[in-house]
């Protein structure tokens, strides 16, 4: 990431903890309820994507109350691998009690994953990687897409680090292909961050039981391993429904 780059984190951060939310509406798409906010601060209006505890669905694979934090704890896990294609994404208060508070991309979204396969493949690898570790049950296509700049991004991550293997994804464009040696050094790197409890691990793990942080290195030691990207379990449904 370069210092520009940082530095426009740093004060979008500062901008999402800071500012004075407004509702402006319920996004239609999906079972948990979900808004589209302003964020104001310092007159400069910034829009996101807010996503309450409140209006977390009950789920038989998830522990209630639960799918804000593991938004977060994604966009965490992406800063950590310096991938950053997860947008700015905080915990904080908002019109319907505390959640995840997510930078709203313009995207073009006649763009998926589909659509950017074949130009994008090496992005798309490190997403790849990124869904098998985070053990991502819901990886649908139009969660990959790309903004204006062409750069790609990757949402929905609440249903992710669950400690059963619940891998569900439409990204299986490489089962059996060797990892990239880049990806590999990025997951060494990783591991070595959790096995130590660094200072940038803590936030992380904060937001995730002891048993999934521990299945969470279970998932990198066996890519670290293997080195291949996985094939589809034959006794369970492995991509997600609806899958776009």
Same mark, same amino acid.
């Given at each position: ?19 004075? /939310?407004?509702?402006? $509406?319920? %996004?239609? /798409? ?15 209006? %910034? ?17 209630? $109350? ?8 994604? !966009? ?17 208060? #908002?019109?319907?009690?505390? #959640? ?6 313009? $995207?073009?979204?006649?763009?998926? !994953?589909?659509? /950017? ?17 985070? =053990? ?14 062409? @750069? ?5 991550? #609440?249903? @992710? ?8 994804? %439409? ?13 590999? @050094? ?5 591991? =070595?961050?959790?096995? @130590? ?48």
């Amino acid at each position: 990431m370069t210092d520009k780059n940082l530095s426009t984190k740093l004060e979008t951060i500062k901008h999402l903890e800071n500012g004075n /939310i407004s509702a402006l $509406g319920l %996004v239609p /798409i999906g079972s948990n309820y979900t808004f589209l906010v302003d964020v104001e601060y310092k007159k400069q209006i %910034v829009k996101a994507i807010y996503k309450p505890e409140a209006g977390e669905q009950p789920l038989l694979d998830f522990p209630p $109350g639960t799918l804000y934090k593991r938004e977060y704890a994604a !966009y965490l896990l992406s800063e950590l691998l310096t991938w950053h294609f997860v947008p700015t994404t905080i915990i904080r208060e #908002g019109p319907y009690g505390i #959640g995840s508070l997510q930078q709203y991309i313009q $995207g073009d979204f006649e763009t998926n !994953y589909f659509t /950017i396969r074949e130009t994008q493949l090496a992005k798309l690898k490190t997403i790849a990687i990124f869904d098998i570790i985070t =053990n991502n049950a819901d990886r649908k296509a139009s969660h990959c897409f790309l903004d204006r700049t062409n @750069t790609i991004w990757a949402i929905d991550h #609440g249903l @992710t680090f669950n400690e059963q293997w619940t891998l569900r994804t %439409v990204i299986w464009d490489f089962i059996n292909q060797t990892i990239p040696e880049f990806i590999l @050094t990025q997951l060494k790197i990783l591991k =070595n961050q959790l096995d @130590t409890q660094s200072s940038q691990t803590i936030q992380l793990e904060s937001m995730l039981t002891k048993k999934e942080i521990d299945k969470l290195n279970q998932r990198i030691e066996n890519l670290l391993l293997f080195q291949r990207f996985p094939s589809p379990d034959k006794d369970r449904r492995n991509i997600p429904f609806p899958w776009f």
